[in-house]
């Protein structure tokens, strides 16, 4: 993808802080960060989100972001931190090249996940279960 930036930075085309890189992976710090320090975690292997990124790189993907996360906890003394990744434009994706972000958090720092948390009808807890359970049969 030539004119993906997660592959221009992977190739050195573009300016990057970056705060680790092996054959398989590439780690940089957000330009636009939640909290300074917020870092990216981004396969080297042009993949479009996590569906698409092959299973040989999760293990890269994993090691590589618990090493950065290491880092951010002992380096800037974090009270905690999120890990997550966006997928597809509805979920807030805006970079098409699969990465996983590492983001400090700290006590009273304001961020916080509105959720409306769901029920499940009678029935159907069980129901989505046999459904995706099925789907995972096809695996």
């Not at 994993?62 to 996360?69: F, G, K, P, Y």
Request: net charge negative; glycine share 6%; aromatic share 8%.
């Amino acid at each position: 993808m030539n004119d993906c930036i997660f592959c221009r930075i992977i190739r050195h085309e573009i300016p990057a802080e970056i705060l680790f890189e092996d054959d398989h992976v590439i780690s940089i710090l957000d330009i636009n960060p939640i909290h300074y320090g917020h870092s990216l975690v981004i396969p080297k292997r042009h993949c479009k989100d996590f569906l698409e990124l092959p299973p040989e790189c999760y293990g890269s993907v994993l090691t590589a972001a618990h090493r950065v996360t290491r880092a951010l906890v002992n380096g800037l003394r974090l009270d905690g931190y999120n890990l997550f990744t966006n997928n597809g434009r509805i979920a807030g994706q805006s970079v098409f090249h699969f990465h996983l972000h590492v983001t400090p958090r700290y006590a009273n720092d304001n961020i916080r996940f509105v959720l409306e948390l769901k029920k499940y009808a009678a029935g159907e807890l069980e129901r989505t279960a046999e459904l995706l359970r099925a789907e995972l049969q096809k695996d």
